[in-house]
């Protein structure tokens, strides 16, 4: 509620946002398919809010913010092309020389691809997560466990700049009660609230002059 309520706000204060929503009630919706709403929204921004957890540990506390990292974008294309090679030496028995060729060319293409679209937006989604871990910091008073860099699908397969959120672990008791308040999530939001109104001001002055 506190998330909807903030997205209420920013579309009433800044007339020039559309707040495009994976869903608005309590469902699963797959990874992949959470992207594809972005995508094919043309969204500017990807923001993916979940909670954290830690097995065997009560005790965790603190909210982070993620990115896809350029190191974990270089393991994942790595054991693509381990699978191409699979589907490469398949095909070598039964296709021409010539065609093999071809494909090899696509998947080489492919790749390039791929690793463009993940580094094309690093600097910006780091940016937006370093904003967002200010104001958990500074504004909401939460522990602050950094900006870190990990192979999130989710993150993946967005076509913008794309931040992934942990609020916080629901596998420690005490986070657990914050987390399923009114002022818990409220403050949360607002945090991620601030964030994102530096993160547009930054961009008009940037793209504009002016915000």
């Given at each position: 509620?506190?998330?909807?309520?903030?997205?209420?706000?920013?579309?009433?204060?800044?007339?020039?946002?559309?707040?495009?929503?994976?869903?608005?009630?309590?469902?699963?919706?797959?990874?992949?398919?959470?992207?594809?709403?972005?995508?094919?929204?043309?969204?500017?921004?990807?923001?993916?809010?979940?909670?954290?957890?830690?097995?065997?540990?009560?005790?965790?506390?603190?909210?982070?913010?993620?990115?896809?990292?350029?190191?974990?974008?270089?393991?994942?294309?790595?054991?693509?092309?381990?699978?191409?090679?699979?589907?490469?030496?398949?095909?070598?028995?039964?296709?021409?020389?010539?065609?093999?060729?071809?494909?090899?060319?696509?998947?080489?293409?492919?790749?390039?691809?791929?690793?463009?679209?993940?580094?094309?937006?690093?600097?910006?989604?780091?940016?937006?997560?370093?904003?967002?871990?200010?104001?958990?910091?500074?504004?909401?008073?939460?522990?602050?466990?950094?900006?870190?860099?990990?192979?999130?699908?989710?993150?993946?397969?967005?076509?913008?700049?794309?931040?992934?959120?942990?609020?916080?672990?629901?596998?420690?008791?005490?986070?657990?009660?914050?987390?399923?308040?009114?002022?818990?999530?409220?403050?949360?939001?607002?945090?991620?609230?601030?964030?994102?109104?530096t993160y547009k001001r930054e961009q008009e002055i940037r793209l504009n002059g002016s915000?």
């Open positions: 509620y506190s998330y909807l309520s903030n997205c209420y706000l920013l579309q009433k204060n800044c007339p020039d946002v559309k707040v495009v929503y994976t869903r608005t009630r309590d469902v699963f919706i797959p990874l992949n398919r959470r992207a594809e709403i972005a995508n094919d929204a043309k969204a500017d921004l990807f923001i993916s809010i979940h909670t954290n957890a830690l097995a065997n540990n009560r005790t965790a506390k603190g909210a982070s913010t993620w990115t896809l990292g350029l190191a974990k974008s270089d393991a994942n294309l790595e054991v693509a092309k381990r699978e191409n090679s699979v589907i490469l030496y398949i095909a070598s028995g039964r296709l021409s020389e010539t065609l093999s060729d071809k494909l090899k060319d696509v998947l080489v293409l492919y790749e390039a691809f791929e690793k463009f679209m993940q580094d094309k937006y690093m600097s910006q989604s780091v940016h937006l997560a370093s904003l967002v871990q200010k104001h958990f910091r500074n504004t909401c008073r939460r522990v602050d466990r950094g900006v870190h860099q990990a192979a999130f699908l989710v993150l993946k397969a967005s076509a913008m700049p794309s931040i992934l959120v942990e609020l916080g672990f629901i596998s420690t008791p005490e986070e657990e009660r914050y987390l399923n308040t009114d002022a818990g999530t409220g403050t949360l939001a607002d945090g991620i609230f601030r964030a994102f109104l915000s």
